[in-house]
């Protein structure tokens, strides 16, 4: 129902022809983020499960809450460690994120999906969704 950046067509249906040197610059970047932190790398371990590769005009890197712990990574293979790194961890928060909802249930559903609710992003100048706070939400059971 909501689908504020065309996400249903980022991924291409095609083979990637750079799938061994993606998944080979993944598996470096893993090894790299250890290096700077072995909590986030452990954190990161415990959430994601699975990485896959599937070629895109569009997008590097997409997570969603329908498949938590799966990200989808279409890295360039001129990217540095440092560029691969902070895809991964920036689809790491989304599923921190979306494990936090999932537990606390922060937003409103109803006004995410009206577009009436939505705003002009300042990144992609494109209309996107607000975020639609529930009032009270995310207050622990004492």
């Not at 893993?30 to 990485?51: G, M, P, Q, V």
């Not at 606390?104 to 969704?129: C, M, P, V």
Request: aromatic content about 8%; charged content about 25%; hydrophobic content about 40%.
């Amino acid at each position: 129902m909501l689908d504020d950046k065309a996400q249903s067509i980022v991924i291409k249906q095609s083979k990637d022809t750079e799938v061994n040197e993606k998944r080979h610059l993944l598996g470096r970047a893993l090894k790299e983020l250890s290096l700077y932190s072995r909590e986030h790398r452990a954190l990161f371990d415990t959430i994601i499960t699975d990485i896959f590769i599937l070629p895109s005009d569009i997008a590097r890197a997409g997570s969603t809450s329908a498949a938590l712990g799966v990200i989808w990574a279409n890295p360039r293979v001129q990217y540095t460690l440092h560029d691969v790194i902070e895809i991964l961890v920036h689809e790491l928060s989304h599923h921190t994120m979306f494990i936090d909802e999932l537990r606390y249930s922060h937003y409103d559903y109803e006004s995410i999906i009206d577009r009436s609710t939505w705003a002009t992003s300042a990144i992609f100048h494109a209309l996107r969704r607000r975020c639609c706070i529930t009032p009270g939400a995310g207050r622990r059971a004492e």
